[in-house]
């Protein structure tokens, strides 16, 4: 009996992955305008890829402020509790994270610019590969 046990213990065991997030990718999407909301965003996806996920930022709409090198205000100034920003944070993911940001296809096009206005690392996003890193099956996407 104790032998059955013990085997059905290591086929569990196995069956579990060591990490919450080994091999997870989280897709945040970011469309809301309002800085806190922009940088709760942030913060959770900064503690998903510290636990061990890789990620992707997505920007949409008024959240497209964040990638532009002359962003406004609300996406620059500091927040309490830890005088931190939407852009600030996201920057330091990408750089310390390897993160991924990008701007929705339609953003740049839609305010009548080029990449040339994005800050540097941050791309328009082609659609057929946003769609795909949604799909697929090691994905959490998560919507602000």
Request: net charge negative; glycine share 6%.
């Amino acid at each position: 009996m104790k032998k059955i046990l013990t085997a059905c213990a290591l086929t569990f065991a196995a069956a579990l992955p060591a990490t919450a997030q080994e091999g997870r990718h989280v897709v945040t999407i970011l469309t809301a305008a309002e800085p806190q909301t922009q940088l709760m965003a942030m913060v959770l996806t900064l503690n998903a890829v510290q636990q061990g996920a890789t990620a992707q930022i997505l920007l949409c709409g008024p959240a497209g402020d964040i990638g532009l090198a002359d962003a406004p205000e609300t996406a620059t100034a500091g927040q309490p509790p830890r005088d931190a920003s939407p852009q600030g944070l996201m920057r330091m993911m990408m750089a310390d994270y390897n993160v991924t940001a990008e701007v929705c296809a339609i953003y740049l096009p839609g305010m009548g610019a080029d990449a040339s206005v994005l800050l540097d690392g941050v791309t328009p996003a082609a659609p057929d590969a946003a769609a795909r890193a949604m799909l697929a099956d090691n994905s959490v996407v998560m919507s602000f």
